[in-house]
C-alpha cells in the first residue's frame, strides 16, 4: 500500500524553534535516521504485512534530548491515532506486546475483521521504541503479525548498527577517519581524504575546504571532485561564504539558525545551487581564524543548531590537523609569511581583546620605562673608619702593670692608656747613677795630680755613663703609654691582663679622631667599572637610618678583596656631615650616583647582563 511519512515532536520534546530538526537520531549506536529512513522501513512493513492500514510508531531520539521520542505515522492524511497511541504508550510502559480488537467487529475466528497490535521495538536489549499498527486480519492472526513486527524491529536494529558505522560523532567512524589522513603521505591527499569523509559522515553532498590566504580564502580540497577551477561561479560563491564566515568569527548557515545573522553569501549559495541548505564552520589554531569548512545538503534537510555544534567538535580537531600538515610541506618562507600574516590578523581582529589590550598597555609602559630618565646607583655595603687612626705600641719588652682605659672609651691628648712596670729601670738607672759618681772623683783626683792620660780616660767613661742614664730615663719616660690625639680607642683592652708580658712593637691601643671619617666600601666586581673618582653619593647606617650622609669618592683601589660576599674592591670616600653620633666601625649601605639611565636599562640591565655572559660561556 501507499502512503507519505509525516513527522511531529510530542509535548514532551523542545521548541521547534530551540531544535529545528531535519536528521532525527534514534538512540542506538549513534545512529543518524531520517524522515526517508524511516518512511522506507514503516512502507517494508507494509508489503510484509497484508491488509495494514496504518501504522504509528514511536522511536526513540537521543540527539534532540535525551530520553525524548518522536512519533512517525503512515499514511500522513489519517486523523485518528488515539486509540493507536495510547496502545503504544502502553505497551512502553509495560515492554510487552498488546493486542485488542475494534468494538463492533465480528470475534470469530474465520471472519476478518479490524486487528490492532502495538510491540516494543528491540535490538540487543537496547530499547527501539514501539509500533502500533491497524490490520484487516482476524484475531487467529494476530500471532503471524506480531511475528512480522518483530521481525521488522530486528530489521530496524541492523539498520541502525550499519548506519551506526558512519554516523557524525561515532568513536570507531571518526577514529577511522582520521587514521585515514594520517596515513596519506601528502597533504593533499589528506584534505581529500577528509573533505570525502566527511561528507559521508555528514550526510551532505558536497563539502568543501578552504585556507584564508592574504585577502580572501584560498580553496583547497572538494569532496567528490579530484580537480575543480576557483573561478567557477560556484566556487566563487563558495569563498565569499568561507569569507563571510571567518569575517563575522562564527558558524554560519542558511537558511539562517536563528533568523537574525547576516550571511547574504550564504544566501546567494544556497540559491544558486538548486536551493541547497549551506552551512559553513571557522577553523581556528591558536585562537586565529586560519580557514573555513562549508558543508551543503539538498533542501528540505537543513542544518540544526545540534547538527553545527556536533559537526564542529568532530571536524574541529581533524581541521586542525590539517593545518599542521600543509605548514609542515611549506617552504619556510612561505612558513614564515603565513606567521606573519596570522599575528597580523589576531592583532587586526576582534577576538581576544583582553590580550591585545594588555599587549597594548604593556608596550605603553615599556616605551614611557624607555623614555623616561633615572638615576643609576651602585649600592654596596660599607664600614664608617677614621680620617686617620694613630697606633700606641709597646717601646719595649716589659710587664704590664696599669690599663686604666679600654677599647670604646673616648679619651684625651696625653691621657695615660697603660703603664709599664719600671722596677727593672730603676735599679738600673740607680746603678749607673752610682758609677757615675765614682768615676766623677776618680776624674776630680786625677785632675789634681795632673795625670792627664787617666783624666782624659775617665772623661770618656763619664759621657758614656750620662749617655747611659739619659737612655733609662728616655725608658722610664716611655713605661707610661698616653693618647697621641683625642679621640675614641678603637682596639686595645688591657684591663684584664696586668702583669702580661709584651713585646717590643706590639700595637697595645689605636685611637682614631671623633671628627673626621672616612667611608670603606665593598664594591662588587660587576660594578666596579661604573665607580670613578670624585662622584657623589650617600651613605645610611644602620644604627641611623633616619639620616643619610653625603659622600665623594675619594679613591678607586685595584687591588681585588675577598671581603663580604664574593670577590670585590675597596673603595675609599670622605663623608661631608659629621655628628656626635657617629662612631668608627658602625657599618651601613652606601649608593654611589654613576650617571642617569633609563628606567627600563635600571630595571633589566642585570639580567642582560647575566644573559650574555651565559651566552657566551654556552658559545663554543
Same mark, same amino acid.
Given at each position: /500500500?501507499?502512503?507519505? *511519512?509525516?513527522?511531529?515532536a ?11 530538526? @531535519?536528521?532525527?537520531?534514534?538512540? #542506538?549506536s ?33 540527539? #534532540? ?35 485488542t ?13 479490524? =486487528?490492532?497490535?502495538a510491540v ?11 509500533i ?34 558512519? !554516523?557524525?560523532g ?49 580553496i583547497? !580540497?572538494?569532496?567528490?571532485?579530484s ?7 560556484? /566556487? ?28 547574504? !553569501? ?28 562549508? =558543508?551543503?545538503?539538498r ?16 571536524? +574541529?580537531?581533524? /581541521? ?14 612561505r ?7 596570522? !599575528? ?7 577576538k581576544?581583546?583582553?590580550w591585545?589590550?594588555?599587549? @597594548? ?35 719595649? &719588652?716589659?710587664?704590664?702593670?696599669e ?9 684625651s691628648?696625653?691621657q ?29 783626683q ?15 767613661? =763619664? ?11 728616655k725608658?722610664?719616660e ?18 684584664r ?24 666600601? &665593598? ?12 662622584q657623589? +653619593? ?5 644604627? =641611623? ?30 663623608? &661631608?656631615?659629621s @655628628?656626635?653620633k ?9 649608593k654611589?650616583?654613576?650617571?642617569e639611565?633609563?628606567?627600563l ?17 654556552? *658559545?663554543?
Amino acid at each position: /500500500m501507499g502512503g507519505s *511519512l509525516s513527522f511531529r515532536a510530542e509535548e514532551d520534546r523542545c521548541s521547534e524553534s530551540e531544535v529545528e530538526p @531535519v536528521t532525527p537520531s534514534c538512540g #542506538v549506536s549513534g545512529a543518524v535516521l531520517d524522515e526517508a529512513v524511516v518512511g522506507h522501513w514503516l512502507q517494508l512493513q507494509s508489503r510484509l504485512i497484508a491488509g495494514l492500514k496504518v501504522a504509528c510508531t514511536t522511536l526513540v531520539d537521543d540527539v #534532540v534530548r535525551p530520553g525524548g521520542r518522536r512519533e512517525y505515522s503512515l499514511p500522513e492524511d489519517y486523523s485518528d491515532l488515539t486509540e493507536l497511541q495510547a496502545m503504544v504508550a502502553m505497551a512502553g510502559r509495560t515492554s510487552a506486546p498488546v493486542v485488542t480488537g475494534i468494538a463492533g467487529s465480528s470475534r470469530d475466528k474465520g471472519s476478518k475483521a479490524p =486487528l490492532r497490535v502495538a510491540v516494543p521495538l528491540k535490538s540487543k536489549g537496547q530499547d527501539l521504541g514501539v509500533i502500533a499498527v491497524e490490520v484487516d486480519a482476524t484475531l487467529s492472526n494476530h500471532k503471524t503479525v506480531l511475528q512480522l513486527l518483530e521481525w521488522g524491529g530486528a530489521w530496524l536494529g541492523l539498520l541502525l548498527e550499519s548506519l551506526a558505522l558512519t !554516523a557524525p560523532g561515532a568513536p570507531e567512524g571518526v577514529s577511522r577517519l582520521y587514521q585515514q589522513v594520517v596515513d596519506q603521505s601528502d597533504y593533499r591527499g589528506a584534505a581529500i581524504t577528509a573533505v570525502n569523509g566527511l561528507a559521508g559522515y555528514f550526510s551532505c553532498d558536497r563539502v568543501t575546504l578552504g585556507w584564508v590566504g592574504k585577502k580572501v580564502h584560498q580553496i583547497d !580540497a572538494v569532496s567528490g571532485l579530484s580537480g575543480f577551477s576557483e573561478r567557477s561561479v560556484v /566556487m566563487k560563491r563558495i569563498r565569499d561564504a568561507m569569507d563571510e564566515c571567518a569575517i563575522q568569527g562564527r558558524p554560519l548557515s542558511w537558511p539562517t539558525l536563528d533568523g537574525n545573522s547576516e550571511s547574504v !553569501a550564504h544566501a546567494a549559495l544556497g540559491a544558486g545551487n538548486d536551493g541547497l541548505t549551506v552551512c559553513t564552520l571557522p577553523i581556528e589554531l591558536d585562537g586565529l581564524i586560519i580557514g573555513s569548512l562549508s =558543508l551543503e545538503r539538498r533542501a528540505p534537510y537543513g542544518f540544526s543548531i545540534r547538527d553545527v555544534d556536533e559537526y564542529a567538535r568532530i571536524a +574541529g580537531p581533524l /581541521m586542525q590537523l590539517l593545518a599542521l600538515q600543509r605548514e609542515r610541506t611549506q617552504s619556510w618562507i612561505r612558513l614564515l609569511l603565513n606567521r606573519q600574516l596570522r !599575528a597580523g590578523r589576531w592583532l587586526i581582529g576582534k577576538k581576544s581583546l583582553g590580550w591585545k589590550t594588555g599587549l @597594548v598597555v604593556g608596550a605603553l609602559i615599556l616605551s614611557a620605562l624607555s623614555l623616561i630618565q633615572g638615576t643609576h646607583r651602585v649600592a654596596a655595603p660599607a664600614v664608617l673608619e677614621g680620617a686617620e687612626q694613630r697606633a700606641v705600641v709597646a717601646p719595649f &719588652e716589659g710587664y704590664v702593670a696599669e690599663a686604666p682605659v679600654h677599647a670604646g672609651e673616648q679619651v684625651s691628648k696625653g691621657q695615660l692608656l697603660l703603664r709599664l712596670e719600671d722596677q727593672e729601670l730603676d735599679l738600673e738607672r740607680q746603678r749607673v747613677s752610682s758609677e757615675r759618681a765614682e768615676l766623677r772623683n776618680q776624674y776630680r783626683q786625677a785632675l789634681a795630680k795632673l795625670e792627664h792620660a787617666k783624666t782624659r780616660i775617665l772623661q770618656a767613661q =763619664l759621657v758614656q755613663a750620662d749617655a747611659r742614664l739619659e737612655l733609662l730615663d728616655k725608658q722610664l719616660e716611655r713605661t707610661s703609654l698616653v693618647a697621641p690625639i683625642e679621640g675614641l680607642i678603637i682596639s686595645g683592652d688591657w684591663s684584664r691582663s696586668l702583669g702580661m708580658p709584651v713585646e717590643r712593637g706590639e700595637v697595645m691601643f689605636e685611637v682614631a679622631p671623633l671628627d673626621s671619617y672616612r667611608v670603606a666600601i &665593598e664594591v662588587p666586581d660587576r660594578d666596579i667599572a661604573f665607580l670613578q673618582f670624585d662622584q657623589q +653619593g650617600h651613605l645610611v647606617l644602620s644604627a =641611623l637610618t633616619d639620616q643619610r650622609f653625603p659622600l665623594r669618592v675619594t679613591g678607586v683601589t685595584s687591588i681585588s678583596t675577598q671581603a663580604g660576599v664574593g670577590a670585590g674592591f675597596r673603595v675609599e670616600a670622605d663623608i &661631608e656631615e659629621s @655628628v656626635d653620633k657617629l662612631r668608627p666601625g658602625m657599618q651601613g649601605l652606601a649608593k654611589v650616583n654613576v650617571g642617569e639611565r633609563s628606567v627600563l636599562w635600571l630595571w633589566t640591565h642585570r639580567l642582560v647582563e647575566w644573559l650574555r655572559y651565559q651566552l657566551w660561556s654556552w *658559545l663554543p
